[in-house]
Structure formats: structure tokens, C-alpha cells
């Protein structure tokens, strides 16, 4: 998988601040142009061994949104960070993703935070590989494009330490 | 359908299923599902059995694929039932947060081929 995937990297004018998404710049509409007719093939696939009762397969997208975040956070300089009061529901839980799923295609949208000196560009197109990638991997779907934004900008002394809390 | 004898017919395939289900390191199944079983007093959750065939909602436990998960749900249910499985994925459950997710009705999903 070339590096190429059209996307976008925002970042918000006001550095550290999270920024109310005015995304859906460019027009993300054209759905990956010149990508590789990759028929994935359908149902009743009789090449592997078991053909237990098929039927069909669903993913929520809520599932695909969540698994996104969890990807994200295991990019190095991606943190978490949740903005506005606590339990208020205010305010930004980042990494925050988005998803739009049609059949075996999949966009998606992400809001991360990352640590304060890391670049922030480079942590975003790992976020958007380790994305499309691992994703792919885990839901059998194409990830078409991800957009990453860079949420907010955080330094060392602003970061909660979420310790033992990743398993790994 | 024809009378409901509590020994056989969808009560007993549900929970007969569920059991299966139960047994798998990959999935779980969770209250807030969409689809269940309801029984006198209870509710079997994620598990659906209809002439059709039987559906089966779980969370697939982080880091199961997709695949992995539809593939165990299907081969633990097989040797209880017979009909066609249809698996919705419709949560995960991560290594962050040990509590189950599942939230209210379910949003829009998306089917995922065979491969």
C-alpha cells in the first residue's frame, strides 16, 4: 500500500485549541479514483474448508469508529485527551473518529490529539497508514481514505498518563 | 411455528445457542443488544432464532477480527443449529475499558463479504 491515499492533514489555526471542526474541505466525494479494482470476493466462496451455515456478516459502524480510536492511540505522539468540564459530556473526546461505510468500502474521518513537540505531521500520516492498515486488517473492509486532523497540541505537563491501562 | 413446547422450537435452540456462544474467548454477548430471545422472566440477549435462520449480535472482543469472530460464532453454533447464522458485530470490547459497551438502538452498519 503506496503512501499515497488522498488525504488530508488539518491542523487548527489556534494551537492548542479544539477547534469545532469545519471540516469537509476539499471534496472528499470522489471516492478513490484510480484504486485497484479489488473485487473482494463475495459470498459462498467455496475455497475455504468451512461452509458452516454462512450467511451474512455486519459491522456496525460504531464499531469501525471505535476500533479506529483504539488504533490511533497505539501511534506514538497520539494521546488522549478529553476537553471541557469533566462528565459534563462537553467539550472533545480526542481520538474521536468518524465513519462512513458503504459495502466493502470505508472512509473515515479522525480528530486526534498528539504530544507537544512531536511532529505533528509525521504523527498523523502514521496515525492514517496504522489506520488504514490495521483496520483493513481487523474488519476485512477497504479503508478508502482517512482524514486526520490534529485536534489539539499538548505538552507533557497537560497530558493524563493513562498508566496500565493498555494491555499489551 | 406450531405450539411452543418449552423443550424445543427457538426457546430452547436460543438458549442451546447462547450456551455455545458463551463459551468463546472472542466474543460476547451484551444486554443492550438489538436482537434477544425474550422467555418467561428472562431475556437471552443477542441471539435470535426465526425460521429464516439464526441471528446473533456480539461484541467482538479487541483484538479479534472481524472474520475471526463471524468464523467462531459459526462454528460454535453448527453443531447446535443447523440454519443459516447471520453475525452483526455490533460492538467491541477494548483493552481499555473493562465494561461491556452497547449503546441504545443500533446505528448503521454495513455487511462484510466472505473472503
Same mark, same amino acid.
Given at each position: 500500500m503506496a503512501e499515497d491515499a488522498d488525504s488530508t492533514l488539518r491542523l487548527p489555526s489556534g494551537a492548542t485549541a479544539a477547534q469545532p471542526s469545519p471540516s469537509?474541505?476539499?471534496?472528499?466525494?470522489?471516492?478513490?479514483? !484510480?484504486?485497484?479494482?479489488?473485487?473482494?470476493a463475495s459470498v !459462498?466462496?467455496?475455497?475455504?474448508?468451512?461452509?458452516?451455515g454462512r450467511g451474512r456478516t455486519v459491522i456496525a459502524d460504531r464499531v469501525l469508529e471505535r476500533l479506529a480510536v483504539r488504533i490511533a492511540l497505539d501511534v506514538p505522539g497520539v494521546v488522549r485527551h478529553a476537553s471541557g468540564p469533566?462528565?459534563? !459530556?462537553? !467539550?472533545d473526546d480526542l481520538p474521536a473518529a468518524s465513519a462512513e461505510a458503504a459495502g466493502e468500502r470505508l472512509r473515515l474521518r479522525l480528530r486526534v490529539a498528539v504530544r507537544w513537540e512531536e511532529p505533528a505531521h509525521e504523527v498523523a500520516a502514521a496515525v492514517r497508514s496504522t489506520v488504514r492498515d490495521r483496520l483493513g486488517a481487523i474488519?476485512?473492509?477497504?479503508?478508502?481514505r482517512v482524514d486526520v486532523a490534529v485536534g489539539a497540541l499538548l505538552p507533557s505537563s497537560r497530558i493524563t498518563e493513562d498508566r496500565g491501562r493498555r494491555v499489551r | 411455528m406450531t405450539s411452543q413446547d418449552p423443550d424445543s422450537g427457538p426457546a430452547a435452540a436460543a438458549d442451546a445457542i447462547a450456551a455455545a456462544l458463551d463459551r468463546l474467548p472472542s466474543v460476547r454477548r451484551h444486554a443492550a443488544s438489538a436482537v434477544g430471545t425474550h422467555l418467561p422472566g428472562r431475556r437471552v440477549h443477542g441471539v435470535r432464532v426465526h425460521e429464516a435462520g439464526i441471528e446473533v449480535h456480539v461484541a467482538a472482543v479487541w483484538p479479534t477480527t472481524v472474520d475471526e469472530a463471524a468464523r467462531a460464532v459459526r462454528a460454535a453454533v453448527a453443531p447446535v443449529a443447523t440454519a443459516t447464522v447471520d453475525v452483526t458485530i455490533d460492538d467491541v470490547l477494548l483493552d481499555d475499558q473493562p465494561r461491556s459497551g452497547g449503546h441504545g438502538p443500533e446505528g448503521s452498519a454495513t455487511e462484510v463479504s466472505h473472503v
Open positions: 469537509r474541505s476539499s471534496s472528499p466525494t470522489a471516492v478513490a479514483t !484510480g484504486s485497484t479494482a479489488h473485487t473482494e !459462498g466462496a467455496s475455497t475455504d474448508g468451512h461452509v458452516l469533566p462528565l459534563s !459530556g462537553l !467539550g474488519t476485512g473492509k477497504r479503508v478508502d | -
